[in-house]
């Protein structure tokens, strides 16, 4: 089997984790220059292999975008309960973050919105040296998922008070004419 299909294989089953270079080079086995070269030569249609960071992904063309949109619009709706993406925020706000540290913010037990954000993907423990408790901070596919580049590009805290004051007035606005 040629290199650049087990590359595709090995991609395709790491799914939107994606698979770091070291990993790729280690399970094909190949070279760093090995597999720049077979990466360049790959050329199909309707799938494409991207790289953000360290991590390598494969991915659908834009072409195939109203094929999977058909296909998702079949599937029940996943979304975030209000208690997730709260704690969601504090994570990516507040990275490394502990239970109590998530818990002290919301002021209540966020057990549940934790494993759904890990079960998920968007969030994973994390150990520091010489703290007994596990910490919290986002991965990769929450910035992926989000469109960041980095955590850099997370709105600045002034921002979000500026928008949620603006989304203050116009649904006070919605309100009164009703």
Do not use: C, W
Request: glycine residues 6%.
């Amino acid at each position: 089997m040629e290199q650049i299909n087990i590359i595709e294989g090995l991609l395709y089953i790491a799914g939107d984790l994606g698979l770091s270079e070291e990993a790729l080079m280690m399970h094909v086995p190949i070279t760093k220059m090995q597999l720049e070269i077979e990466l360049k030569k790959y050329d199909k249609e309707h799938l494409t292999i991207t790289r953000h960071g360290d991590i390598y992904f494969l991915k659908t063309t834009e072409n195939m975008e109203k094929y999977i949109k058909r296909v998702l619009a079949d599937r029940p709706q996943k979304k975030l309960s209000q208690a997730a993406l709260e704690v969601l925020a504090i994570i990516a706000y507040n990275q490394p973050i502990s239970r109590n540290g998530i818990e002290s913010v919301r002021g209540i037990v966020s057990d549940g919105p934790i494993s759904t954000l890990i079960n998920k993907g968007l969030v994973k423990k994390k150990n520091i040296i010489d703290e007994r408790a596990a910490h919290f901070e986002t991965t990769q596919s929450f910035l992926e998922i989000f469109g960041l580049k980095s955590l850099d590009d997370l709105p600045a805290d002034d921002m979000i008070t500026e928008q949620e004051e603006i989304d203050l007035f116009f649904n006070s606005l919605k309100e009164q004419n009703q």
